[in-house]
Antibody, heavy 122, light 106 residues
């Protein structure tokens, strides 16, 4: 069974940092791109970025809204995805989701975590 | 960057009614589009991928189609569990979500 479980959310002050984790199981982690998506309260889903799979060198891409502040990484030995968030702003307050993206012949986003809430406030 | 314009943003409909949601892509995405359903508790489920392929276990009242740069999700006969938020997602170039449709009971 494929599972994704996010953790690490919480309250952080503006300008602060936070690292989110996404523990995965039930699939060959290195075969898949992995994405981070967020959703501010009452608003739409927003793609933040992805990290490619082994076949594509584990390289990363980001949306313009977080490029330079957020970093996606992965621990392939433990099948964990990370999102390092720096210089946080109030508008970064959201529920953050990890999702299994594409891999091989599989289209992505069939599997999601339950989300972790990040609140940026003084 | 590819933009996805989703309409309507909200829709009020009755049980048994047929409804359609649409996403228009700003650039060619060659059918690399999924439809997702989000329930009030935040749970997200993929319904359709590759524009028209139904995910396993998804009821056949859901269908996806394409006409040029317009991609549609149709629910043929609404059931109570279908009232939720829906998003399109393009994965042809990076990833972009549509703005979402809130489907409510009339």
């Amino acid at each position: 069974e494929v599972k994704l479980v996010e953790s690490g959310g919480g309250l952080v002050q503006p300008g602060g940092s936070l690292r989110l984790s996404c523990a995965t199981s039930g699939f060959t982690f290195t075969d898949y791109y992995m994405s981070w998506v967020r959703q501010p309260p009452g608003k739409a889903l927003e793609w933040l970025g992805f990290i490619r799979n082994k076949a594509n060198g584990y390289t990363t891409e980001y949306s313009a809204s977080v490029k330079g502040r957020f970093t996606i990484s992965r621990d392939n030995s433990q099948s964990i995805l990370y999102l390092q968030m720096n210089t946080l702003r109030a508008e970064d307050s959201a529920t953050y989701y990890c999702a299994r993206d594409i891999g091989g012949n599989y289209a992505g986003f069939a599997y999601w975590g339950q989300g972790t809430l990040v609140t940026v406030s003084a | 960057d590819i933009q996805m314009t989703q309409s309507p943003s909200s829709l009020s409909a009755s049980l048994g009614e047929r409804v359609s949601l649409t996403c228009r892509a700003s650039q060619e995405i060659s059918g690399y589009l999924s439809w997702l359903q989000q329930k009030p508790d935040g749970t997200i489920k993929r319904l359709i991928y590759a524009a028209s392929t139904l995910d396993s276990g998804v009821p056949k009242r859901f269908s996806g189609s394409r006409s040029g740069s317009d991609y549609s999700l149709t629910i043929s006969s609404l059931e109570s569990e279908d009232f939720a938020d829906y998003y399109c997602l393009q994965y042809a170039s990076y990833r972009t979500f549509g703005g979402g449709t809130k489907l409510e009971i009339k």
